[in-house]
Every structure is written in structure tokens, then in C-alpha cells.
């Protein structure tokens, strides 16, 4: 898998967009960005995923560099529930979708 | 149904005893994964089954035993675990291996050794 680095936590306040970056600079032409998250105590919830271009769905928009180095998902309005750990991810892309997690970022939506 | 199911949600073993944990789905997905995930770390994939046919172990001890008996069922017996195995387990499905196909993910179980 392309390596992924995130930063280990952020704040946001409730309401506001919440962007988290990822940095992929080693990903290859073929390589999709995921985006998972996890709730405490849940199983890892599916955001969502993009290749080159943007990406929206309804639960948040998934913003890709020109040259694919880099990516941030937007939750628009983020809520208390929003609060989680958001896993940026670059699956091989032959073969089974391993998804190898990182150690991710810790959003803490603020009221 | 856009659920997995896991059972039990927590169990407590000794060393010596059998267990199984159960995870099921009814989307129709033809893949599904067991993860293990310790306290504060992220989760590490240890099996992928597609179309009920083992494709993926990581590697995983001989002590986790991984049984897919039909698209919908995805079991993991245990057996003559260790005090570190404690952990929680996570069952997802996908409707297909490869990408493209999101992983859809139980709430685990969570698994004590004594």
C-alpha cells in the first residue's frame, strides 16, 4: 500500500467544516484515496473513495491534488457525532482490497 | 439489510477452551474479512474470504481457525489462545473483492483471555 501520513488529532468546533489532510506522495497512477472512520467502541463506518477527481457524497467531499500527492476529506457541518478516528487509505490495487490501516487522525468535534 | 452482525459482542475465555465468533451479513457480498484490533491501535486484517473460498491469511497463528460455510456465514474458532490475543475482533463484508467495493463492518466482539 502507498504510504499514508496524517496528523494524529484535530480539533474542530461544531458546525464549522472539518478538513483533514492526508498525505500520499507515493501513491501510483492506479492507487484509489479511502476514507473510513471509527466511531469509539464501532466498527470502522466507510466514507468515501476518489481517483483523480473530487468527490461528494452525503456524508462529506474528498478533495484530490492535481498531482495526487495529497487529499483532504471535508465534513461540511460537522456535528458532536462526527467525532471519531478518520482513516486516510491507498489499497494496493490488484488482487483483494487489504485495507491496512494507519494510526489516523483523532477529530474531536468541540460544541 | 445494510448490516453485518457479530456474536457474541463480548466473551471472556480461558486458555484452554474452544470459542467460535459468528459475523453475518445479508447484503449479498461475496467477500468477507476478519480484523483484529487492540486497545488504541488500528485494526490489522488477519483473513479475506471471496466466494466462500479462503483467499488472504496474514500470517495469522494457527489458533484462529477462519470457516466460511456459505456467502452469508463467516465464523472464527478459537482455540488455546493466549492472554494477548485479547483484542477486538471486527467482521466486514464487501460485495466483491478489489476495488471499487467498500467494506462494510460489524461492531466486533470483544474478546478477553484470562
Known amino acids: 500500500d502507498a504510504k499514508t501520513t496524517q496528523p494524529t488529532s484535530m480539533d474542530c468546533a461544531e458546525g464549522r467544516a472539518a478538513n483533514l489532510p492526508c498525505n500520499h506522495s507515493?501513491?501510483?497512477?492506479?492507487?484509489?484515496v479511502y476514507w473510513y472512520r471509527q466511531i469509539h467502541s464501532q466498527g470502522p463506518q466507510y466514507i468515501i473513495h476518489?481517483?483523480?477527481n473530487n468527490e461528494t457524497n452525503e456524508m462529506a467531499s474528498l478533495i484530490i491534488t492535481e498531482d495526487r500527492k495529497s487529499s483532504t476529506l471535508i465534513l461540511p457541518h460537522a456535528t458532536l457525532r462526527d467525532t471519531a478516528v478518520y482513516y486516510c487509505?491507498?489499497?494496493?490495487?490488484?488482487?483483494?482490497?487489504?485495507?491496512?490501516f494507519g494510526q489516523g487522525t483523532r477529530l474531536t468535534i468541540n460544541p | 439489510d445494510t448490516e453485518v452482525t457479530q456474536t457474541p459482542k463480548h466473551l471472556v475465555m480461558g486458555m484452554t477452551n474452544k470459542k467460535s465468533l459468528k459475523c453475518e451479513q445479508h447484503?449479498?457480498?461475496?467477500?468477507m474479512y476478519w480484523y483484529k484490533q487492540k486497545a488504541k491501535k488500528p485494526p490489522e486484517l488477519m483473513f479475506v474470504?471471496?466466494?466462500?473460498?479462503?483467499?488472504i491469511n496474514e500470517s495469522v497463528p494457527s489458533r484462529f481457525s477462519p470457516e466460511c460455510p456459505n456467502s452469508s456465514l463467516l465464523n472464527l474458532h478459537l482455540h488455546a489462545l493466549q492472554p494477548e490475543d485479547s483484542a477486538l475482533y471486527l467482521c466486514?463484508?464487501?460485495?466483491?473483492?478489489?476495488?471499487?467495493?467498500?467494506?462494510?463492518f460489524g461492531p466486533g466482539t470483544r474478546l478477553t483471555v484470562l
Open positions: 476518489g481517483l483523480k
Open positions: 474470504y471471496s466466494y466462500e473460498k479462503l483467499s
Open positions: 487509505i491507498v489499497p494496493l490495487p490488484q488482487g483483494a482490497q487489504k485495507l491496512v
Open positions: 466486514a463484508s464487501s460485495q466483491r473483492v478489489g476495488i471499487g467495493n467498500e467494506q462494510f
Open positions: 507515493t501513491i501510483s497512477g492506479n492507487e484509489y
Open positions: 447484503m449479498g457480498h461475496r467477500a
